[in-house]
């Protein structure tokens, strides 16, 4: 698919000088070795209006970034599970309201932690369960392993749960164990960037009777044309266009995954709806056109706009923000002025947020440091890809909200 700009970027209100700020940014992050590669899109309206890509898909073989190269996204695998979630919801097959332990028993009578350690610790019962809103919203009381705040992080830790090691379980398997750990805090009474979405995965493979794998190619990608968007990369054309991942700690930047052997070259015992895909610049910004277009692109209709806006709208309790309901802890956004929403943090102050852009806009990022966002009331939404580890190593979100609207000029 041609990513190349289809309008000139002054019809739909874009300084197209204003627009090379922007490369001067994400430029330098590759020239000082920050980062290996940056492919960023921008569309206005409808339009592709600035697209760049810079840098190497993998450095020591001086293979440079190609448009159809294949990235890890992470995080942004969840809007993706979100969506399907979604589809099976608009077919009355499950309701939002629906306690997990209906499709998934193991989340039957969860349990809050109250002391102790990883080795030894006291629960009490939790004031409800878990339903399926919650796992949309991150709002159900499970964590990630990899946070390192909380006691339950640790629990997790120990059964190799949520620590970016692959796992060898299924799917069903990581659910059973999940389901069988204290909760950080009761359902719906706080907000902690969670294995949730893995459970959301779980529920859809419940209730639609396919693997995950199977059901996002079937109802989405294929219907779609997403053709590079799976849980691995096999076959020789593919496996040439796969990127090498990169790891920063300790001041150093290291290959963490390199492109000839990585895991992601056969199927993974575990699909994670949470973080499992690679994607495509062509592939991801069809995802990301199909949600500005209120669920449809190219005649295909995946959710209904309301749906859509239904998801992008902050479900907080009392219209909160992530700083008011999250614990200590890390999530793909900052905190300040954004809500959550069914798979998207959602902006509710611009201003608290210090960040331009629109009271609605909505989106989410991966751990390689990739990152989309959707402005309804600017018509205006872009894809940013690299592959770098963690994603809060650099400001690189915030420094592109901020060239990318500077650009706006109507």
């Known amino acids: 698919m041609a990513l190349e700009p289809t309008i000139d970027p002054s019809e739909v209100g874009v300084d197209p000088g204003r627009l090379a700020r922007i490369d001067e940014l994400t430029h330098a992050y590759v020239d000082d070795g920050r980062f290996p590669f940056v492919q960023l899109l921008v569309s206005r309206r409808g339009e592709i209006v600035h697209h760049d890509l810079y840098g190497y898909a993998d450095r020591d073989s001086d293979r440079?970034?190609?448009?159809?190269?294949?990235?890890?996204?992470?995080?942004?695998?969840?809007?993706?599970?979100?969506?399907?979630?979604m589809m099976l919801y608009e077919q009355g097959r499950i309701l939002l309201e629906d306690p997990v332990s209906k499709y998934l028993p193991a989340f039957?009578?969860?349990?809050?932690?109250?002391?102790?350690?990883?080795?030894?610790?006291?629960t009490r019962e939790a004031a409800r369960e878990i339903t399926v809103h919650d796992v949309l919203t991150h709002m159900s009381g499970l964590t990630y392993g990899f946070?390192?705040?909380?006691?339950?992080?640790?629990?997790?830790?120990?059964?190799?749960?949520?620590d970016f090691s692959p796992s060898t379980r299924s799917l069903s398997e990581e659910m059973e164990l999940l389901g069988s750990l204290p909760l950080q805090f009761d359902p719906g009474t706080s907000w902690c960037y969670s294995m949730s979405t893995d459970v959301c995965g779980a529920i859809v493979e419940v209730v639609s009777g396919m693997a995950l794998d199977e059901f996002f190619e079937r109802e989405i990608f294929e219907p779609l044309k997403m053709p590079d968007t799976s849980f691995w990369v096999e076959g020789e054309d593919r496996c040439a266009r796969f990127t090498t991942n990169h790891l920063f700690f300790?001041?150093?930047?290291?290959?963490?995954?390199?492109?000839?052997?990585?895991?992601?070259?056969?199927?993974?015992?575990?699909?994670?709806?949470?973080?499992?895909?690679?994607?495509?610049?062509a592939?991801?910004?069809?995802?990301?056109?199909?949600?500005?277009?209120?669920?449809?692109?190219?005649?295909?209709?995946?959710?209904?706009?309301?749906?859509?806006?239904?998801?992008?709208?902050?479900?907080?309790p009392d219209g909160r923000d992530l700083n008011d309901m999250g614990q200590v802890g890390f999530a793909e956004s900052?905190?300040?002025?954004?809500?959550?929403?069914?798979?998207?943090s959602v902006s509710v102050s611009p201003q608290e947020n210090r960040a331009i852009g629109s009271r609605g806009d909505y989106g989410w990022g991966g751990a390689a440091s990739t990152a989309f966002r959707i402005d309804p009331a600017e018509e205006l939404s872009f894809v940013f890809l690299t592959q770098l580890l963690p994603s809060s190593t650099y400001p690189i979100r915030r420094e592109l909200q901020a060239t990318i609207y500077q650009a706006l000029v109507d």
């Open 283 to 316: 592939d991801y910004h069809r995802f990301v056109r199909m949600l500005e277009r209120g669920g449809e692109l190219d005649g295909v209709r995946l959710l209904s706009p309301r749906t859509v806006r239904y998801m992008a709208s902050n479900h907080l």
């Open 250 to 281: 300790g001041g150093t930047t290291s290959v963490m995954d390199p492109w000839d052997k990585s895991l992601y070259h056969r199927r993974p015992p575990m699909l994670s709806g949470g973080g499992g895909l690679v994607s495509t610049m």
């Open 108 to 122: 039957a009578e969860p349990r809050v932690f109250t002391s102790g350690n990883q080795q030894r610790y006291e």
């Open 64 to 85: 440079t970034i190609r448009d159809d190269c294949i990235v890890r996204v992470y995080s942004m695998t969840k809007p993706v599970t979100s969506v399907a979630l």
């Open 334 to 344: 900052a905190m300040e002025g954004m809500g959550f929403g069914l798979g998207f």
């Open 147 to 162: 946070q390192n705040q909380h006691a339950v992080d640790a629990i997790y830790r120990t059964h190799g749960l949520g």
